[in-house]
């Protein structure tokens, strides 16, 4: 038999997966700031219109500044990050930074709002996935079993002095599922303590937005389809929030031909199935890319039940099953239009 390895990573900006439609230019007295660089594997904007007054250095340079923080301090595979030391000494406590403390008092409260399905410590499940999409076959029970007693949110302590301690041992912890969302809300915070009202911030696809597109128009965000590369299905109207696009088309495994999704049902150990994509709306940007990662966990039924609960928090799901393909969304998911 055949064994295709592909624990793929696709990048590029036409692999993002909330393209940013271009709007329409009109004369304000506002002027226009716009950058990329590359950040966690991806391509990351920032994107504003501000009065003449701003210091607009000293605030971009504060703001790449802390992309570039984030970026390396809680990269799980980046070996002097604090995650690292988390993942390597946890069980004893480790102290960690203001932000990694924040994100993880953050990660644990979503983990409870989706009855564990997020969760920071399914990393073991993750890496037990990925080697074996290496190896071309699937996991061994045994392996399974053992990685799935050590996953669990519940074995974060929070201790004084900043002090994150793992209660089992062989638990370890990921943040790639909110550290651009927590990343660019930072990001957020400094343009608007600068006085910056309108902004578009885009990392490959989790966006945060405020304001207006040139302080006259709603940003337009494209959601792209899963299934038909660079085609936007839909074109959202948004300002002062955040959407996620979490889907199994730019990060996924091929083992034996069969395609497995990067999002980990911690419950059951195994990739989630069904959800090819799923779109979140929310306030911050961190909730948003929780959510996504929860709602493809949870499948349509389970995650609009969740999102239906939580104040503005609207999601989009497209799911595939063996003969269709099926999109529901939240009660008041914008309406949208091609
Ligand atoms: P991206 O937008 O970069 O594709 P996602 O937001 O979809 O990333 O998150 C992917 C990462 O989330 C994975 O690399 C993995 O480490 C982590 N992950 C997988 N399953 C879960 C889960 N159930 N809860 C929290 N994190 C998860
Ligand atoms: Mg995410």
Redesign the pocket.
């Known amino acids: 038999m055949r064994k295709t390895i592909m624990p793929s990573l696709i990048k590029g900006v036409a692999a993002a997966?909330l393209l940013v439609v271009a709007g329409c230019a009109q004369r304000t007295g506002l002027q226009e700031y716009k950058q990329t660089r590359t950040y966690?594997d991806?391509f990351v904007t920032i994107q504003c219109f501000y009065a003449a007054d701003t210091d607009i250095d000293r605030t971009m340079e504060k703001c790449w500044q802390k992309l570039e923080g984030v970026n390396k301090t809680m990269n799980?595979e980046s070996p002097l990050g604090y995650v690292s030391r988390i993942n390597e000494f946890g069980f004893y406590g480790v102290q960690v930074s203001e932000d990694v403390y924040t994100i993880l008092k953050e990660a644990v409260a979503f983990s409870e709002r989706t009855g564990g399905?997020?969760?920071?410590t399914?990393?073991p499940l993750?890496r037990l996935w990925r080697t074996a999409a290496e190896a071309g076959s699937l996991p061994e029970e045994a392996a399974l079993l053992h990685a799935k007693n050590v996953v669990g949110y519940r074995h974060i302590l929070f201790e004084e002095d900043r002090t994150i301690r793992l209660e089992s041992e062989g638990a370890k912890i990921?943040l790639?599922?909110?550290a651009?969302g927590f990343a660019i809300d930072a990001v957020g915070s400094v343009l608007e303590a600068a006085g910056i009202e309108h902004y578009l911030i885009d990392a490959?696809?989790?966006i945060r937005v405020r304001g207006k597109n040139r302080g006259k128009t709603r940003w337009n965000i494209g959601i792209r389809d899963p299934r038909k590369k660079d085609h936007v299905m839909t074109v959202l109207q948004l300002t002062d929030c955040a959407v996620?696009t979490?889907?199994d088309y730019?990060?996924f495994y091929t083992i034996d031909g069969k395609r497995y999704s990067?999002?980990?049902?911690?419950l059951t150990g195994y990739p989630q199935e069904r959800v090819i994509s799923a779109t979140v709306i929310a306030p911050t940007a961190i909730a948003a890319?929780a959510y996504?990662?929860?709602v493809?966990?949870l499948g349509a039924e389970k995650g609009l039940e969740l999102i239906d609960s939580l104040d503005n928090v609207e999601a989009l799901i497209i799911e595939q099953t063996p003969d269709q393909t099926l999109t529901s969304h939240s009660q008041n998911f914008p309406t949208h239009k091609k």
Request: hydrophobic residues 50%; glycine residues 12%; proline residues 3%.
């Open positions: 997966v966690f991806t799980a399905a997020f969760d920071v399914v990393y993750v990921a790639g599922a909110i651009k490959g696809g989790d996620t979490s889907g730019e990060r990067h999002i980990i049902n911690p890319d996504a990662t929860a493809m966990v």
